[in-house]
């Protein structure tokens, strides 16, 4: 079974649509999230942690910190 593609972050997921030939076929498509796992220590805790981010995310723990991006995910009832 595949892992989920979703950002434990910023919550994307994959989207779906339509590949249409030029004859104007359509076809089921879905475009992916860009998603890797990445560690990121926590210096309050004292201990690295392992997350699947998207790029937009990774940009969103650049900007705030990865401290108050955890304490808002807990906030929101997310398992760090």
């Given at each position: 079974m595949p892992m989920s593609n979703i950002c434990e972050v910023t919550g994307r997921k994959p989207a779906f649509g339509n590949n249409i030939s030029h004859s104007h076929?359509?076809?089921r498509r879905r475009w992916n999230p860009n998603v890797s796992k990445h560690r990121f220590w926590l210096p309050s805790e004292k201990r690295w942690i392992t997350m699947k981010v998207s790029a937009k995310g990774l940009k969103t723990i650049n900007k705030h910190?990865?401290?108050k991006v955890v304490a808002r995910m807990r906030r929101e009832g997310k398992k760090i």
């Open positions: 076929r359509k076809t910190g990865i401290e």
